[in-house]
């Protein structure tokens, strides 16, 4: 069975560094594949190639992808657009310009990202998905289109029935049927196989996203494995600097806050580190810390 565990926080926090370090981790363990549903993704800056049209293999056992929307309303077309016209041009004098107006629908490539997830995880290819998210509030926004699709398809079903009678070739409900269905999935997916790490750093604002961010996967039934915290200033490199000490301690006030919100769940922290995501070295010295801080 296929886990997924997914980075989620405020811009710029570190999801994409937490999610590429765990992947590579993971990979030595098992296949894994590393998503980013980021539309202004980093991974094909990270490992130097374009991995926004397929998936590659980025490294031994370790595939990758970015699904910026270009990709994903691709896939969509291939997928859905078919069925869709066929339930709708049966009732409807439609043409099939019509699937345009559909791919321009707000949500539909969030929509298809969280199917698109579904297909790896029951492709059996792979042992741990690992998913650097979009920051807060367009993940959130994912999380609740999925349920609003939900209750569109139930509005679907009722119009089937009021025109039923005019369908002949296709039968619209049993496709209905089947994105319900898949819709179920979607949610169950989320529900029992994906865990949720909620990055910070230590400043007001990151902090008081992940703990809204925690709050909604809760309500949500996503479970939330633990906190990062990234980017935290070392003592020793503090003391005897006024305007560094000054920040040290404003940065503590910030952990304290988080080491709160966190409570029972595990609180791992990483310190500003010299370098960067491109760099070599960089990736294996935060996934190194992450573990030792398991
Ligand atoms: N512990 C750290 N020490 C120093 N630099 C770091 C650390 N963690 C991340 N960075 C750097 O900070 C920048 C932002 O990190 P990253 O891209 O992982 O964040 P993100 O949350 O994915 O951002 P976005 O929301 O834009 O996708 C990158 O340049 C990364 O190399
Ligand atoms: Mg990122």
Redesign the pocket.
């Known amino acids: 069975m296929t886990k997924i565990e997914m980075?989620t926080?405020?811009?710029?926090?570190?999801?994409?560094?937490?999610?590429?370090a765990t992947a590579l981790q993971y990979a030595e363990i098992g296949k894994t594949l590393l998503i980013?549903t980021?539309p202004?993704?980093?991974l094909s800056e990270i490992f130097s190639r374009p991995l926004d049209t397929k998936i590659y293999t980025v490294a031994p056992n370790l595939d990758a992808v970015e699904l910026n929307r270009k990709l994903v309303l691709k896939l969509w077309r291939e997928k859905f657009s078919e069925d869709i016209y066929a339930v709708l041009s049966s009732f409807l004098p439609v043409g099939r310009e019509i699937i345009d107006y559909i791919e321009g629908a707000p949500g539909i490539d969030e929509e298809f990202m969280l199917d698109y997830l579904l297909t790896m995880a029951d492709s059996g290819d792979y042992q741990m998905i690992i998913w650097?998210?979009?920051?807060t509030v367009t993940t959130l926004n994912l999380l609740f289109i999925q349920q609003l699709f939900y209750s569109h398809l139930t509005q679907a079903q009722k119009l089937y029935f009021k025109v039923r009678k005019v369908f002949n070739k296709v039968d619209p409900l049993e496709l209905i049927e089947t994105w319900r269905l898949l819709t179920e999935r979607i949610i169950e997916l989320l529900q029992n196989d994906t865990r949720a790490w909620v990055?910070a750093n230590p400043e007001p604002l990151p902090i008081e996203q992940a703990s809204d961010i925690a709050d909604s996967f809760n309500d949500f039934g996503i479970k939330v494995e633990g906190f990062i915290l990234?980017?935290?200033l070392p003592k020793e490199l503090c003391q005897g600097h006024p305007f560094w000490q000054e920040k040290y301690n404003a940065q503590q006030k910030c952990r304290k806050k988080m080491q709160l919100k966190a409570g029972n769940l595990p609180l791992k922290e990483?310190?500003?580190?010299?370098?960067?995501?491109?760099?070599d070295g960089?990736l294996r010295e935060?996934a190194d810390?992450l573990q030792k801080s398991d």
């Not at 926080?9 to 590429?20: A, E, F, L, R």
């Not at 650097?132 to 920051?135: C, E, M, R, S």
């Not at 990483?270 to 760099?279: R, S, W, Y």
């Open positions: 980075f926080g405020k811009g710029g926090v570190g999801k994409t560094t937490m999610s590429v980013s980021d202004s993704g980093s650097d998210t979009a920051p990055v990234n980017k935290v990483i310190p500003e580190l010299i370098g960067d995501t491109q760099v960089f935060v810390l």
